[in-house]
């Protein structure tokens, strides 16, 4: 069974690159036909979808956070990664990263707090 977990920093200050990364396990990230997504949930917000990196390394991102945004994967590490940059209090919020599959549904991570604060 594929299980996700994030990482990354936690606080960050304003400005800077905030860099998360999704470990999977029980499964490879070049499997077919599976889209790596980032998500996050402002305090308050709802989800808000980030972009995603599918099983062949195609990315595509949310217009709104495109230029901030870049997912980029390591298949020997069997990861993921978010790398969000210019980072503001806005993009304080709990960050999920997920699998898409037309088989096999979708999952979640448990998701990490990332706090913008100087």
């Known amino acids: 069974q594929v299980q996700l977990r994030e990482s990354g920093p936690g606080l960050v200050e304003p400005s800077q690159t905030v860099s998360l990364t999704c470990t999977v396990s029980?499964?490879?990230?070049?499997?077919?036909?599976?889209?790596w997504t980032w998500i996050r949930q402002p305090p308050g917000k709802g989800l808000e979808w980030i972009g995603y990196i599918t099983y062949s390394g195609t990315t595509n991102y949310n217009p709104s956070l495109k230029s901030r945004t870049s997912i980029s994967r390591d298949t020997s590490k069997n990861q993921f990664t978010l790398q969000l940059g210019s980072v503001t209090p806005e993009d304080t919020a709990v960050y999920y990263c997920?699998?898409?599959?037309?088989?096999?549904?979708?999952?979640y991570g448990q998701g990490t707090q990332v706090t913008v604060s100087s």
């Open positions: 029980g499964g490879s990230i070049t499997a077919n036909y599976y889209y």
């Open positions: 997920s699998y898409v599959h037309p088989a096999e549904g979708t999952l």
